[in-house]
């Protein structure tokens, strides 16, 4: 991904050094967060599943709840903690923070894991940790850079960025108010709590009635709207961005478990990396970049105020 024509050589030297701290900071953050659910009653609890099921009641249920098709979900619910855990919440900052932390539950885990959508996910840190350096870099001000990650879920992206990153200040708004709680508190064992703010609060709203940021983060929001809601959307949360401010874009694509996430109740409006290149465009955005991440399935693209 093009970050830049005058990025010279001596800074490439620190992203190469970035991205071994990347890795780093990805595991301590993970690791604190899997003492923190630990602490916390467990998994099952973390993620509100209720004591396991027997496979049979697994299945049951679920030919009770959709027909025929509940052999095959009902199957992987048993099979798999990610299964269970889309099938729960039917939302993306669960679904998500499992993937993140890579722990594998059960057989059909390490299938659904290694799957192009899972990778997608977690591909997406280094083009977005690699961008913040790029603005880092170009930042002038005195105070620290301001970021604002919408729907950012438990701030797992928030807290790397922290710790990559010294003058920073970030804020993560998600409408989820037991996902924002978890996250504060891992945001304290993780040492950052006084560099980052929670907001249960719905993304346009909080963009109203706030100062803008220096870059603002939208990982997935897009990807359950039509294409002319994402370029309203986009239109309307410009004002959350100074003059010359960057905003980061991330929608997926088309993969091969399209058909059994729609089962599973998650349906996203796929986005190819065009559509994603015209949406911010056409919402008046420029110098607009986008790239797909080596599983084919995630855009992610930056653009500029």
């Known amino acids: 991904m093009k970050l830049g024509s005058e990025i010279h050589k001596q800074y490439r030297v620190v992203v190469e050094t970035m991205k071994h701290a990347e890795k780093e900071l990805i595991e301590k953050v993970s690791n604190q967060t899997k003492a923190f659910i630990e602490e916390s009653g467990g998994w099952r609890a973390f993620y509100d599943l209720g004591e396991r099921k027997r496979f049979f009641k697994h299945i049951s249920k679920e030919l ?49 894991m290694n799957a192009s959508a899972s990778r997608g996910a977690l591909n997406r840190f280094s083009y977005i940790f690699e961008i913040v350096g790029d603005e880092i870099h ?33 804020t993560v708004v998600d409408i989820n108010t037991d996902v924002i709680q978890k996250g504060k508190a891992i945001s304290e064992l993780n040492g950052v709590c006084d560099r980052i703010a929670f907001h249960d609060e719905d993304a346009r ?11 603002l983060i939208t990982m997935g929001i897009i990807d359950y709207m039509e294409i002319h809601e994402s370029i309203e959307f986009l239109k309307g949360i410009r004002r959350g961005i100074v003059d010359d401010g960057t905003i980061i874009v991330t929608a997926v694509g088309p993969h091969i478990f399209n058909k059994l996430a729609r089962i599973f109740g998650l349906a996203p409006i796929y986005k190819t990396k065009n559509d994603v290149d015209e949406i911010l465009k056409s919402a008046g955005y420029r110098d607009v970049e986008a790239v797909l991440e080596p599983s084919g399935t995630s855009t992610i693209a930056r653009g500029r105020k």
């Not at 269970?84 to 993140?100: G, S």
């Not at 301001?146 to 928030?158: P, S, V």
């Open 64 to 112: 009770k709840d959709i027909g025929p098709l509940g052999v095959l979900t009902g199957s992987l619910q048993a099979f798999s903690g990610l299964a269970e855990v889309i099938k729960k919440h039917t939302n993306n900052a669960y679904f998500l923070h499992y993937v993140y932390l890579g722990v594998r539950r059960g057989i059909a885990d390490h299938v659904l």
């Open 138 to 170: 170009n930042f002038n001000a005195t105070r620290p850079l301001r970021i604002i990650n919408l729907g950012g879920g438990f701030g797992f992206l928030d807290n790397v960025i922290l710790g990559l990153y010294k003058n920073v200040q970030t």
């Open 205 to 215: 709203k909080y963009i109203e009635e706030n100062d803008p940021c220096d870059v």
